[in-house]
């Protein structure tokens, strides 16, 4: 019989040519019901709406955007842990929206999330040892003897002591409680992993020790991130290509030094304005955007473009004509006469 470790370091069969993942138009509505008996439905959240990326192997996308524009959803669509109202999500050519029972189940086995809180994450009530070992329960893989010999490993893997694995998770300090999740995360040797914010609630210092780890285990292992962050500075080393988010849609995507360097959209040029330049003379010079106003109500998104009630750029035609993102060129197109191109002029130079 094959040991746990063998079982797991198999490699692929089938010899997929494609993207490992690929999303197309996902939209995520969430119902908002009134009513204690007779529940109705009174309205819809549009959290995601018409999602499109493609993310090779090996490779780390970027998504970002401010808090409720609905990055989780996507990640929590993609595991197929919320339902897509719409759209197809395609992992190594395979469709995930229509998989069901033991067929998720296997599908599962290949991705994996780190989440954002560390120490929400974690069952207290559970030893470490228990926590790393859990996917592999679920799954049925290896005997007792395997298991713990598989949680030694990881736990080495993730810079960890192996001895820790009788200890809680109240004994550890955050970045060790990261480390923890990461190994549980990689417990099944998994292909894609979603890092939900996997470092906003640790102190500075400690965000880079896990960022450097990521991407260490990225080159160990050959691992697929997509890196969800509020700030765009947290995704600008680790992130091959960086998408920012706004109200359910995807602004602007493209390779990580072009996005930082040449912004196409006025809502990158905005956020790019808000992190300050370490060198002082070229802060004070840089020409600078700040973004007023709150994020509008995802329940009554505006017309047209969703960002022209925010954006320093924005004419009349904008809040009539539909702003949409081409994945595969990464451009940005407007419909309507004249269309094509996104309408403001002028570069967006200066944001940093
Ligand atoms: N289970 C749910 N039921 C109803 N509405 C939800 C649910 N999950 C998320 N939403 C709503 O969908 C929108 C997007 O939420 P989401 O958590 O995806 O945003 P986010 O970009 O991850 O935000 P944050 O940066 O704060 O984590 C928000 O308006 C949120 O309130
Ligand atoms: S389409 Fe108009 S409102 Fe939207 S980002 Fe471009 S200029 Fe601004
Ligand atoms: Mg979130």
């Known amino acids: 019989m094959s040991t746990v470790l063998e079982e797991l370091n198999q490699p692929a069969v089938a010899s997929y040519a494609g993207p490992l993942l690929r999303v197309r138009d996902l939209v995520k509505r969430f119902p908002i019901t009134s009513g204690v008996i007779l529940q109705r439905t009174v309205g819809m959240v549009h959290a995601v709406e018409g999602v499109s990326f493609d993310l090779d192997e090996g490779e780390t996308l970027g998504l970002v955007?401010?808090?409720?524009?609905?990055?989780?959803?996507?990640?929590?669509?993609?595991?197929?842990?919320?339902?897509?109202?719409?759209?197809?999500?395609?992992?190594?050519?395979?469709?995930?929206?229509?998989?069901?029972?033991?067929?998720?189940?296997?599908?599962?086995?290949?991705?994996?999330?780190?989440?954002?809180?560390?120490?929400?994450?974690?069952?207290?009530?559970?030893?470490?040892?228990?926590?790393?070992?859990?996917?592999?329960v679920i799954h049925h893989i290896g005997t007792r003897a395997e298991r713990k010999e598989r949680v030694r490993e990881l736990l080495d893997v993730v810079g960890l002591n192996p001895q820790f694995t009788n200890r809680y998770p109240h004994e550890f300090s955050g970045g060790q409680r990261q480390r923890i999740g990461l190994a549980r995360a990689l417990a099944l040797n998994p292909k894609l992993i979603i890092c939900d914010e996997p470092v906003s609630a640790l102190d500075v210092s400690i965000q880079a020790q896990i960022l450097n780890l990521l991407e260490q285990l990225q080159q160990e292992l050959g691992l697929t991130y997509l890196f969800i962050a509020h700030n765009l500075s947290v995704v600008k080393h680790i992130s091959d290509r960086v998408a920012v988010m706004y109200l359910g849609k995807i602004m602007e995507s493209a390779p990580s030094a072009e996005l930082y360097d040449n912004p196409a959209h006025p809502y990158t040029f905005m956020l790019l304005s808000a992190i300050p330049i370490p060198d002082p003379s070229v802060e004070r010079s840089r020409a600078r955007r700040v973004i007023e106003g709150d994020v509008p109500s995802p329940v009554n998104p505006p017309s047209g473009c969703v960002f022209h009630p925010r954006c320093f750029r924005a004419k009349e035609i904008c809040a009539l004509r539909v702003g949409d993102f081409d994945p595969v060129a990464g451009t940005l197109a407007v419909e309507g006469k004249g269309g094509g191109r996104h309408p403001h002029e002028g570069p967006l130079v200066g944001a940093r």
């Open 65 to 136: 955007g401010e808090s409720g524009c609905g990055k989780t959803t996507t990640g929590r669509c993609i595991l197929q842990l919320y339902r897509p109202t719409s759209g197809s999500i395609l992992f190594e050519g395979k469709e995930l929206t229509t998989l069901r029972g033991r067929e998720l189940q296997a599908m599962r086995r290949d991705m994996q999330i780190v989440f954002q809180d560390p120490y929400a994450s974690l069952n207290p009530r559970m030893t470490v040892g228990t926590i790393v070992a859990e996917p592999l």
